[in-house]
């Protein structure tokens, strides 16, 4: 005997269940469930792919913000000053001389790991 919930039948339960999934898995069908469109979907911007996400990261973890603005040059002394990862210099390396960076986030869409905005 199947016992169903004291507070909604098991069809509501069901359709909760569907939901949360669909939140946790990213399919956008939640959204569209409660007035969102497809087209909505289609306006945001691609999500990083993890790849990306772990670039940023490790380029992050180089260049904390208190080493803001700089330039290409100063980058790169402060990465060599500390030892950073030759694919950090080597990331930074490829960033136009001269050009003043005032955040991780420009660097960031610089060398092309996130749509412009």
């Known amino acids: 005997m199947q016992r169903e919930s004291d507070k909604q039948g098991t069809a509501q339960d069901e359709r909760l269940r569907k939901e949360t999934k669909n939140l946790i898995g990213g399919s956008g069908s ?4 409660h007035g969102g469109t497809d087209a909505d979907a289609a306006a945001r911007p691609p999500r990083p792919s993890p790849a990306e996400v772990a670039r940023r990261a490790e380029l992050s973890r180089h260049l904390p913000p208190s080493e803001f ?7 790169l002394a402060h990465l060599r000053s500390k030892g950073a990862p030759g694919s950090v210099v080597e990331t930074i390396s490829r960033l136009p001389e001269g050009k003043e960076f005032r955040t991780i986030g420009e660097i960031v869409r610089e060398i092309g790991l996130t749509a412009p905005h």
Do not use: F, G
């Open 69 to 75: 603005p700089a330039d290409r040059r100063r980058l």
């Open 30 to 33: 939640a959204q569209a469930e």
